[in-house]
């Protein structure tokens, strides 16, 4: 039942990313970043949104992910007016899906690794697109910036939890992250990685 909780706050805050992300580029548009950089209102948003269907494919599996990746495509270009519905809707296809594919193949070498691995690649992939379609890529280090931000806090909450290996190890069972019935799961070997390493 948890898991299912969890599978479904991230599908929820995975589709409302999109048209928060697109709302907020149309009401801020390119805001101060750190160190000088500058980068669209959106990059924060979309930034998050690479969390939440890196636990979307976690919890649920690939077709699921596949199916919200298109639905967010389409509301990307129904929500925006059309030179940003282009950007955003190639940008957000082009990203997801490559932060699928990263995260399936890395995910046997634990979540981690995976998660930051993946959200580089969609960061950089999802930047490029978005802003060589609006001729704006001198913002390029800044909205990497801000995407790959959200990402580090997220891995750094994530080691500070693990270092407490005792309520690692709680975490793990109280969420029932491999009951007996899933043994078999590639989810499952995941979560018993994660929490074999709160056990090291």
């Not at 998660?115 to 390029?140: G, H, I």
């Not at 793990?172 to 899933?182: S, V």
């Amino acid at each position: 039942m948890k898991r299912h909780i969890l599978g479904i706050t991230a599908l929820t805050l995975f589709i409302l990313s999109i048209p928060a992300a697109n709302w907020a580029f149309q009401l801020w548009g390119v805001v101060p970043i750190v160190g000088g950089l500058e980068a669209p209102a959106a990059s924060l948003v979309i930034g998050a949104a690479f969390l939440a269907r890196d636990y979307l494919h976690r919890t649920w599996g690939v077709a699921v992910c596949l199916a919200a990746i298109v639905v967010g495509t389409v509301l990307s270009f129904l929500l925006a007016s059309p030179i940003l519905a282009l950007a955003s809707a190639g940008a957000f296809l082009v990203s997801e899906t490559a932060d699928l594919t990263v995260l399936q193949w890395l995910r046997s070498k634990g979540w981690s690794r995976a998660v930051a691995a993946s959200n580089v690649v969609a960061a950089l992939l999802d930047s490029l697109v978005f802003l060589w379609v609006l001729d704006a890529l001198a913002l390029m280090p800044g909205q990497v910036a801000a995407k790959l931000g959200v990402t580090i806090l997220w891995l750094a909450a994530r080691e500070l939890v693990g270092r407490d290996r005792s309520r690692y190890l709680e975490v793990c069972e109280a969420w029932e992250l491999c009951p007996a019935h899933m043994t078999d799961s590639a989810i499952c070997r995941d979560d018993e990685l994660d929490c074999e390493a709160g056990r090291a």
